[in-house]
T-cell receptor
């Protein structure tokens, strides 16, 4: 059974703090993603990575960076957290197959920036 | 820009009724389609893939209409436990940049 884990379920940080969100998957997936989900806005892609040390910007990369040093781990970094980054952050990895690209999500990290 | 549009609802439906949602997708090159279910404060989970020939899984039936670029989900004999948000999803096929998610349709099954 695929497992995607995230380092924290709930996190409270102060404006200006540096924040690290960690994601680990155990199925040797090449592709990993970070989304944020906000009421009325749905899931929005922040960054994705298709291989170790490779990263691509998603739809809303501003204010975020990522790191993929190992295949199983994809980190999201908020260099200087701001209140508008209060959100639910979801990590995902994808299993690609013949006609089926099943994306598995971690449980999410609910980040509050005060 | 790739987009998936769906009615946000909420759909308030009595227990035992049949309910259907549609969604439309803008990327005609999309090759894979899914319905995900998301419970309150939980992560999205795959409900079912949508195949060109349509597919059925118990009380759930998914259909794809490529000509009109829409996807449907039918739930028969709805249960209280079906209350959730249903996300319509399309994929480009390569998967490198992930999937495009709709904003979800909120379903409430009432006793």
């Amino acid at each position: 059974d695929v497992k995607v884990t995230q380092s924290s379920r709930y996190l409270v940080k102060r404006t200006g703090e540096k924040v690290f969100l960690e994601c680990v998957q155990d199925m040797d997936h090449e592709n990993m993603f970070w989304y944020r989900q906000d009421p009325g806005l749905g899931l929005r892609l922040i960054y994705f990575s298709y291989d170790v040390k490779m990263k691509e910007k998603g739809d809303i990369p501003e204010g975020y960076s990522v790191s993929r040093e190992k295949k199983e781990r994809f980190s999201l970094i908020l260099e200087s957290a701001s209140t508008n980054q209060t959100s639910m952050y979801l990590c995902a990895s994808i299993q690609q197959g013949l006609g089926t690209d099943t994306q598995y999500f971690g449980p999410g990290t609910r980040l509050t920036v005060l | 820009r790739k987009e998936v549009e769906q009615d946000p609802g909420p759909f308030n439906v009595p227990e035992g009724a049949t309910v259907a949602f549609n969604c439309t997708y803008s990327n005609s090159a999309s090759q894979s389609f899914f319905w995900y279910r998301q419970d309150c404060r939980k992560e999205p989970k795959l409900l079912m893939s949508v195949y060109s020939s349509g597919n059925e899984d118990g009380r759930f039936t998914a259909q794809l209409n490529r000509a009109s670029q829409y996807i449907s989900l039918l739930i028969r004999d709805s249960k209280l436990s079906d209350s959730a948000t249903y996300l319509c999803v399309s994929g480009g096929g390569g998967g490198a940049d992930g999937l495009t998610f709709g904003k979800g349709t909120h379903l409430i099954i009432q006793p």
